[in-house]
């Protein structure tokens, strides 16, 4: 079943619908003949839904790169956390080689939404990702990289809104070839370390073989591992010969593998650390400039960071700033107590002053109130 984004005029107020209304992994969510009054749910359903396009009917335009940030109706940090159920369903359908016919809309429909999600409320959506810890690390990491190429892509100004929406295209799909791959966690051999470093010329032969002609999208993924200094792989390109949404998603996909435990180093960085890192350890390799403008698009300690303070209450950052001093809320008091309802902190404070990272896992019995935080 070919899917395409609602418009509005197939979904007018108090008349019924002419089609069944799917999301966008073909699952239905209103049946033909269904009427909708209320003008909120018709947004909603503008945002999510999908109808079914019947094979020789007339061509019709395509659907905008992104909908617009105010179409989305559901809270940004369960959107994000949600949209990596979707993500799965489509990667796991590819692995199948299954609905091929579909891949190309579904991660544009979810491209387009993580972007509108992105520019409605960027903090919400930076938190998001750096407090989803379920699944396997490929569906994570692949999540994490859509997410932070929209930011810096945004922050950066250089591309446009339909090339920012191609490069998170890129940004998750761009390790497809070695998906399964990138869960593993014992020792490579020989054949795989060569794998590991095809996997670019893997991906984009991968999703030109699906149908992806996007010109930007496919060159985004052949030039995610390229390096500034010509140490990359797979074609050893250097400084001009990588293009900028090239660079864009290798920025991108380092930090977010820095700050994601890997299924071979349980340990994550910091996020202060890791943008240190690549400030310093891999100036040489990444465009310094684009470093600079992921520190201020995300933040020193991103939203969603987990930390102790000086008097030793355990908060989490709520909004960025460009010090070390971002505004947090308190998870549990300096007894090691549970808060009932987060208070927030002023971390410029000295009382308040963030003193290290505390791990996800230590915290899974306030889930709930750090999700209430962006709600």
Partial sequence: MALKQLSPADVMLGKPLEQAVYNADGHLLLNKGSVLRDPGAKQKLLAMGHK?????????APAPAAPRAEQLREPVFALVQH????????????????HRDQFIARIRSLAGRLQAACLQDPEAAIAAIHLFHEGE????HHLSVGVVSALL????????????????????????GIYSLANHSGGLTEEKRR????????????????????ELWLEA????????????????????????????????????????????????????????DLYVGQSQQLDNALIQKLIKALGLIPPGTIVKLKNGEIAVVKKRSTNNAPQAFCLYNRQGMPMASPDARNTALPDYAIQGRVDYDDCRNVEAAMRRIWA
């Fill in 52 to 60: 079914e396009v019947v094979p020789g009917a007339a061509p019709v």
């Fill in 153 to 176: 892509a945004e922050a950066d100004g250089r591309l446009d809104k339909a090339q920012q929406h191609s490069l998170i295209c890129a940004a998750l799909t761009h390790d497809i």
């Fill in 137 to 140: 690390y490929a569906l994570r």
């Fill in 83 to 98: 949209a990596a159920v979707t993500l799965n369903a489509m990667l796991v359908d590819q692995q199948a080689d299954v």
């Fill in 221 to 276: 993924v052949l030039q995610h591992h390229e390096r500034q200094d010509g140490s990359g792989y797979p074609l050893c390109l250097s400084d001009g010969a990588i293009s900028l949404h090239g660079s864009l998603l290798a920025v991108a996909d380092v930090y977010c593998a820095m700050t994601r435990p890997r299924p071979y180093r349980p340990k994550a960085y910091f996020p202060m650390a890791a943008m240190r």
């Fill in 195 to 214: 794998e590991i470093n095809q996997h670019p010329i893997t991906s984009c032969a991968i999703l030109k073989d699906i149908g992806v002609d996007d």
